[in-house]
């Protein structure tokens, strides 16, 4: 079985652009959440969906938006880029949306702002 | 508030001795702890994970934590070190939400 697929591996944007990044989960997993992992430093959540709706959200700026889509694939949009969000995307699928699952991750999409 | 401490940035061991990475928590509640692998350019790794149960939680590639309430520490450990292991570690941890929090990340070296 495939496990989580992210796209693209790599892209480069400049200051004031809007970029999409695309997960596809586990499949058999209904959740997908969303982490950013700026250099040096741990995974930050930005998203949770499950079954299509928003189950939580991390201290991002309404700049970042994502949604699931039936097949429970996802999409992460960044609008309006600023050079600090340049970082490793993380996307990472779960069975269901609980505490207790262990989530499984995608192997990233690398996002330069220039 | 849930969070979890990485006191060590960086832990060397040389192949075929025991190696332990730690972790503390601080959680109200029941925490639910988890330990991520992470190769060079590449996503994280689920290693494995305490719920509820038996203190020590027996994972993936030969790893194992063990949880302690008292000191309200979730170590991971390693009886005999590979120098494949030289990866960053994070311990993790969920609360009532089941969002992962994650420590700073421990960079394990491992050297002949």
């Known amino acids: 079985d495939a496990g989580v697929t992210q796209s693209p591996t790599h892209l480069i944007k400049t200051r004031g652009q809007q970029v999409t990044l695309r997960c596809s989960p586990i499949s058999g997993h209904k959740s997908v959440s969303w982490y950013q992992q700026v250099l040096g430093q741990g995974p930050q959540f930005i998203f949770q969906?499950?079954?299509?709706?928003?189950?939580g959200r991390g201290n991002f700026p309404d700049r970042f938006s994502a949604r699931q889509f039936p097949n429970y694939s996802s999409e992460l949009n960044v609008n309006a880029l600023l050079l600090g969000d340049s970082a490793l995307y993380l996307c990472?699928?779960?069975?269901?949306?609980?505490?207790?699952?262990?989530?499984?991750f995608g192997p990233g999409t690398r996002l330069t702002v220039t | 508030a849930q969070s979890v401490a990485q006191p060590e940035d960086q832990v060397n061991v040389a192949e075929g001795n025991p190696l332990t990475v730690k972790c503390t928590y601080s959680?109200?509640?029941?925490?639910?702890l988890f330990w991520y692998v992470q190769y060079p350019n590449r996503g994280l790794q689920f290693l494995l994970k305490?719920?509820?149960?038996?203190?020590l939680v027996k994972g993936s590639y030969g790893f194992e934590a063990e949880f302690n309430k008292s000191q309200t520490s979730f170590h991971l450990k390693k009886p005999s070190a590979l120098v494949s292991d030289s990866a960053l570690y994070f311990c993790a941890d969920t609360g009532t939400a089941s969002k992962l929090t994650f420590g700073t990340g421990t960079r394990l070296q491992v050297t002949l």
């Open positions: 305490y719920i509820t149960g038996d203190n």
């Open positions: 959680v109200s509640g029941n925490p639910y």
């Open positions: 990472a699928s779960s069975l269901t949306a609980g505490e207790r699952f262990e989530q499984y």
């Open positions: 969906y499950y079954e299509k709706e928003e189950r």
